[in-house]
């Protein structure tokens, strides 16, 4: 498939998703979604692949929706609740990508760029980054997970704030409250983003890719359940050739071999 709205590369197991509409402020339209789905399909089969990176480059990450192509958007209120579902599905499918996803954001990540990040793993913010949700300014609720996603991850008092007023916080603000992970100069945003990458690759791949199911599929279930859940995947790996040559290593002292099986 060629690309329209994206740049992508992969390099030392690193695949690289650039979105690509900078006149737009990368502005999600309706084929850089359908793009998005695609390439993370690729990525998602590419073996070759055991992490991936998404950037909107150094002057801005995803403003949001495309307002001026939404506007002229006719719809019924059953018309609009189906195109919500089906946007709930593109996110899910970013969010439960098997590989891990590093959203790396400079400038404003915002609205439905703000819920990108949020479906992403792990998020590197650049010191220019603003965050936030402003769709209350134009009457609207974040309707792609982001009244959902938000206050499980910050918790729910800080969310509603953020959701209430729509205004933005910064890049400190958004690391001192569990937004993002890590916050660095412009100027050295993708290098944390590879470096962080590169740890990821150096892992076992089936228990990266089974971590990942651990913690997202756990956080939707009680605490019994999760443990469970938690129990019937670690008995998966302990009978992994990883897990044998990664005990194996530990005793001989040396470095594993990992081959994803």
């Known amino acids: ?12 197991g690193i695949a690289v998703v650039v979105l690509n509409r900078p006149r737009q402020r990368n502005a999600l339209s309706l084929r850089m979604k359908e793009e998005l789905g695609h390439v993370f399909g690729v990525i998602e089969q590419d073996e070759e692949v055991k992490a991936a990176i998404l950037t909107g480059g150094e002057t801005a990450f995803c403003s949001g929706a495309d307002i001026k192509e939404r506007s002229t958007m006719q719809m019924t209120q059953a018309e609009f609740y189906f195109e919500r579902r089906k ?3 593109f996110y899910c499918k970013l969010e439960n990508c098997e590989k891990p996803v590093i959203a790396a954001m400079s400038g404003v990540a915002v609205g439905g760029g703000c819920e990108l990040a949020l479906v992403c793993d792990l998020r590197v913010a650049s010191e220019s980054v603003r965050m936030g ?5 134009i009457g609207m609720i974040p309707a792609a997970g982001g009244t959902q996603r938000l206050p499980r991850l910050i918790g729910v008092a800080r969310a509603k704030e953020i959701l209430y007023t729509g205004e933005f916080i910064d890049a400190r603000e958004a690391y001192r409250i569990g937004l993002v ?23 076992p791949p089936l228990s990266v890719k089974f971590m990942k199911r651990a913690v ?11 443990l469970d859940y938690e129990a019937h995947i670690s008995a998966m790996l302990g009978t992994s050739e990883d897990r044998v040559e990664g005990f194996k290593a530990f005793v001989e002292k040396r470095k594993p071999i990992f081959k994803g099986r």
Not at 1 to 12: F, R
Not at 217 to 223: I, V, Y
């Open 216 to 226: 997202n599929t756990g956080m939707q279930l009680d605490l019994a359940s999760a």
């Open 1 to 12: 498939m060629n690309y329209e709205t994206l740049l992508y590369e992969k390099e030392n």
């Open 87 to 89: 946007s709930h599905e």
């Open 181 to 203: 992970n890590r916050v660095v100069p412009v100027d050295r945003l993708m290098e944390e983003a590879r470096s962080l990458a590169g740890k990821l690759v150096d892992y």
């Open 133 to 137: 949700f402003p769709e209350v300014k």
